[in-house]
């Protein structure tokens, strides 16, 4: 069994479109939760980081953390073509500056105008 | 303020041949990571430098790849003799650690395509 499991889509939405990513895992040491946004030919680029269970906000993103059924997700509000990306989950059982990152494969987003 | 950069940004090299990547993080980062990601895989940890120093080489497949990060500032990654399995997007990442924070925010260069004939 994977580590973490994400669902590579692609996934296909319309502009002004709610978009729900997930990502799944097994290790319950998991601790710190992050959302990375890739463009195309770019590297990752850390979008939001959860710490623990809960929700977090930023503008039209949204992290969440299930650490009881393993499971994280991200949502954005009113979507956009520039939206369109590859967005990764990645986790880390370790704060600081001990973590080496557990990524999922990513998922490929397209928001049509 | 630079970002990461990553030099060469594609490489194509026959089996057998020895390859150096090279990454320049952020100014002040002291640590510096790389990462590895194969066709169809998702990204995987190769390891973590702290200035000069390997604080986790736990990721690096074998003997053949050999990392070094002279006077704790840029990186290079050597692949040799290069194998066909080798090839893929190698990232490399750097943060700084700041006390009481609970995790650092890694950075990443936009990677170098390493592909092997």
């Known amino acids: 069994q994977k580590e973490v499991e994400q669902d590579p889509g692609p996934l296909s939405v319309p502009e002004g479109a709610i978009v729900s990513l997930n990502c799944t895992y097994s290790?319950?040491?998991?601790?710190?939760f992050m959302w990375y946004r890739q463009y195309s030919r770019k590297g990752p680029e850390l979008l939001m980081y959860?710490?623990?269970?809960g929700n977090k906000e930023d503008g039209r993103f949204t992290a969440q953390v299930d650490k009881s059924s393993k499971y994280i997700s991200l949502f954005i509000r009113d979507s956009q073509p520039s939206d369109s990306a590859t967005y990764l989950c990645?986790?880390?059982?370790?704060?600081?500056?001990?973590?080496?990152?557990?990524f999922g494969k990513g998922t490929k987003l397209s928001v049509k105008p | 303020e630079a970002g990461v950069t990553q030099f060469p940004s594609h490489s194509v090299i026959e089996k057998g041949q020895t390859v150096t990547l090279r990454c320049d993080p952020i100014s002040g980062h002291d640590n510096l990571y790389w990462y590895r990601r194969v066709m169809g895989k998702e990204i995987k940890f190769l390891l973590h430098?702290?200035?000069?120093?390997?604080?986790?080489e736990s990721g690096m497949p074998n003997n053949r790849f050999l990392a070094e990060r002279t006077g704790g500032t840029y990186s290079t990654l050597k692949v040799q003799p290069a194998e066909l399995e080798d090839s893929g997007v190698y990232f490399c990442a750097s943060s700084q650690d700041y006390p009481g924070l609970f995790t650092d925010t890694q950075y990443f260069g936009p990677g170098t395509r390493l592909t092997v004939l």
């Open positions: 430098f702290v200035k000069e120093s390997k604080q986790d």
């Open positions: 290790n319950s040491a998991f601790q710190y």
């Open positions: 990645a986790m880390s059982a370790y704060g600081g500056s001990q973590g080496n990152l557990i």
């Open positions: 959860t710490y623990s269970s």
